[in-house]
């Protein structure tokens, strides 16, 4: 059975930093891109970064550039964003997103962050 668990969400004060984890099982993990995505209050679902199956390989959308950085962890079968600098528009449910080369994708359900005072 494929999970992806994601943690790490809560509140945090403007300036402060989260580290978010997505745990993956049931699935060749070191197989399959891994990237994070958010979807704030009304508004579409939206890619925050990337990290190919090789751990160097990184892409983060202009919002993250500088402040967030994605890693895995091939072993513990674990992709993880560390995001620093936060904002309250950076307000938003984090879900973590499996895609094979074959196209099979896999979410999970998601972890709340909220950025306030």
């Known amino acids: 059975q494929v999970q992806l668990v994601e943690s790490g969400g809560g509140l945090v004060q403007p300036g402060g930093s989260l580290r978010l984890s997505c745990a993956a099982s049931?699935?060749?993990?070191?197989?399959?891109?891994m990237s994070w995505h958010r979807q704030g209050p009304e508004e579409e679902r939206e890619l925050v970064a990337l990290?190919?199956?090789?751990?160097?390989?990184?892409n983060y959308a202009h919002f993250a550039q500088g402040r967030f950085i994605i890693s895995r962890d091939n072993i513990k079968n674990t992709v993880y964003l560390q995001m620093n600098s936060l904002k309250p528009e950076d307000t938003a449910v984090y879900y973590c997103?499996?895609?094979?080369?074959?196209?099979?994708?896999?979410w999970g359900q998601g972890t709340q962050v909220t950025v306030s005072s």
């Open positions: 049931g699935f060749t993990f070191s197989n399959y891109i």
């Open positions: 990290i190919g199956t090789a751990e160097d390989a990184t």
């Open positions: 997103r499996a895609v094979s080369l074959s196209a099979d994708i896999y």
